[in-house]
């Protein structure tokens, strides 16, 4: 008893299933790679460039220095949005607080949108793939039930193994879900992490730049 077996015993639907299932575990796993291999990338630049931002002289050699550390392009977006907007725009119109606010918060949404990639594609495999999964099973049981009435020779041993066959859909489609849901937890909270820090650092840039 195997996915192989399975499939090639599976008519047109069951087949669409097991495709499907396969395709949500490669596209989150996909997500699951790159998003932890950025993430643990992100982590470590926010912290170092902000480190050197404030370590610096000056801003124009703060600018400078974060971009050796800033290979995602989350912090420098911040530092490079405090520049004064085009006049006779309403991006300059008000004080100078209020337009900085309205930058930075442009661009942090900006920013983390990047960090929030894949995080839908994940909860949606999550949620549905056990669905999906279910699904196959209760077409796999009806169809071997099918096949096995139109024999008329039903005995438990007979129905058992075609069942059996049937409930690894089921169980597929938990294997595909579960590593999406643990991937999707632990990014958020990661995702939660850097955002804070990087909304603490846009708080003290706003408040350094409107006296600047």
Do not use: C
């Not at 008000?94 to 995080?119: E, K, N, S, V, W």
Request: no cysteine.
């Amino acid at each position: 008893m195997n996915l192989g077996h399975v499939f090639s015993q599976s008519d047109a639907i069951g087949k669409a299933v097991a495709v499907l299932l396969l395709l949500m575990s490669v596209a989150s796993w996909v997500v699951i790679l790159y998003k932890a291999w950025m993430l643990r990338r992100a982590s470590g630049d926010v912290a170092r460039s902000i480190s050197a931002f404030w370590q610096a002289p000056s801003l124009a050699e703060a600018a400078s220095r974060i971009s050796g550390f800033d290979k995602g392009q989350l912090v420098s977006p911040l530092v490079d949005a405090t520049q004064h907007p085009a006049g006779g725009t309403l991006a300059a119109a008000g004080d100078r607080a209020q337009q900085l606010t309205r930058l930075l918060r442009d661009t942090l949404h900006a920013i983390m949108g990047r960090l929030q990639f894949g995080q839908v594609l994940l909860a949606t495999v999550g949620a549905i793939a056990p669905f999906v999964g279910l699904l196959g099973t209760v077409w796999g049981i009806y169809h071997a039930l099918t096949s096995i009435a139109g024999t008329n020779q039903i005995s438990i041993d007979k129905v058992a193994g075609p069942v059996g066959e049937a409930l690894i859909m089921t169980a597929a489609g938990l294997a595909v879900a579960i590593p999406a849901v643990l991937a999707y937890n632990w990014f958020g909270r990661t995702i939660a992490r850097i955002e804070a820090e990087l909304e603490g650092f846009a708080r003290d840039l706003r408040e350094l730049m409107v006296n600047h």
